[in-house]
C-alpha cells in the first residue's frame, strides 16, 4: 500500500507504482512543511519534502495526513522540519507538476531537483509546524 | 527617434519625447488587442488589488483574534474564519475579472465538490483525511489563517516594479495573467511576466518569439525594452505558446550567469549595473 511509514531508526516510502524507498534517519537532512498556493487562485495545498543525503520524498498532505501526522509526531524530527510558503507556484510546476504543481503527487525524486523548488521556497522563519499542520 | 532609458536599458521609439513614447506604446497595446483598455486598467489596479488584498488579511486575523475572545465555541469561529476567508478570495478573485473568477470558482468546485469552499465541504475533506471529528474546527482555523507572507511583502515592495511590469503585461495580457500577477512575489514578477508574454500572446512568432529575438540580439530584456519587443513579436502572429516565454527567461537566466554567452553574441561582459544595455 503506498505512503509514508516510519520504524525506529528508518522511513520509507511506497508509491503506489510498487517502487518503494527506506532510508535510514540518518541520513535525513530536513523536512520541509511547504505551503503551496493562494486560496484566491484556489491553487492552495500543503505538501511535505522529505531531503535526505541522496534523494527527495514528495509526501503531500492532501493524501498522506494521518502518515504524516505519525511520523512528524515523532521526537527525532522536530528540529527539522522548516515551513515555508510558495506563494507563486512557477510556471514548470503549473503547467508540468514537475515536482509539486497545484497538488503533488507521492514521488521520489534525486536530490538534484531540490535546486529547482529551492530558489521558490519563502522560509517563514516565524512560523511552527503546529501552527500550520 | 528618442531613446526611453529605464533600470540601464535602452530602447529607440519613433516619438520626440520618454511621455510620448509611452503613449505610442500604449496606442499600440489597445490597437494588437481590441481590449487594450480594459488590460491597462487591469495592469494599473493590481499594486492596489494586492494592498487591499494584505488589508482585508489583517483585518480578518484581527477579527478571529477578537471572536475567540468573546468566548464563541471552536466551531462558531472557525465555521466564520472559513466563510470569511472564503468572502476575501472571492472579492479578489472579482477584482480580477469575470474569466478568472469563473475558473477559479471551477477550480473551488472540482476541489471541494458543489458548493465550493464552503464549511461543510472543508469539514468533510478533513474527516476523509482522518482528521477526528471534534478536531476539525481546530484544524480549519489553522487553515484559515495560514501564513501569506509572500504576497503581503510583495504588495509593499513590488509596487513600483509592478507597475512597469503592469505596461509589459498590457500589450498582451488576457484576465489569467491578472491573477497570476496577484501572488507572484517580488523577485519573481520579471519571470512572470515573460512566462505570461510568452503564453499569452497566443501570437507568433508572437510574444515568446519576439522576446527571444530581443534577447538574442541584445535589443532590451526587460522594462520597457520588454514591452516593446512584446508589441513586435505579438503583431506577427503565431503559435509559439508558454514554453517559449519560459525559454526566454531561462535564456536570460543563463545570460546573466554566464559572461561567455554574451561574449559570443557580441555583448560587452556582463554587468549588472549595464544589464541588456543596447547595442550600438
Known sequence: MEGLSSSKDALTLHLSSGKASHQEIANLENIYCLLVGSDVQSNDSICFIFKFKNELWVVPESSQYRSLKEVLAKEPYNGMVVVAQVDYLPFTWRRNKFLLGMEGNLAIKDISKFSE?????TILNDCSLDSVF | ??????????????????????????????????????????????????AEYKFLIE???????????????PKEIARWAVNERTSIAKLMRRKQGLEAKIILDLRDVNKY????????????????KGVAASEVPNELMKGAVKPNKAVSDAAIKGAAFLQNG??????????????TLLTAPENKLEQVIYEEIGGVAGGAVGGGLGVGLCVAFGIATSGWGLLACGVVGGGAGGLLGAEAGSKVYLVKDEYMRNSAIVNNGGFEEYNPSKFMRALP
Not at chain 2, 60 to 65: G, N, T
Open chain 2, 59 to 73: 483585518r480578518f486575523e484581527q477579527d478571529l483574534i477578537n471572536k475567540k475572545a468573546m468566548g464563541l465555541s
Open chain 2, 1 to 50: 527617434m528618442d531613446y526611453i532609458e529605464e533600470q540601464g536599458m535602452c530602447l529607440p521609439l519613433p516619438t520626440p519625447s520618454a511621455d510620448e513614447g509611452i503613449e505610442f506604446l500604449e496606442n499600440i497595446a489597445a490597437g494588437n488587442l481590441g481590449a487594450g483598455l480594459r488590460i491597462t486598467s487591469q495592469g494599473k489596479s493590481i499594486p492596489q488589488i494586492r
Open chain 2, 166 to 179: 503592469g505596461r509589459a503585461v498590457i500589450v498582451i495580457s488576457i484576465s489569467a495573467t491578472a491573477y
Open chain 1, 117 to 121: 523548488i529551492e530558489d521558490e521556497l
Open chain 2, 113 to 128: 465538490g458543489l458548493g465550493g469552499r464552503s464549511y461543510e465541504n472543508l469539514e468533510k475533506r478533513l474527516i476523509t
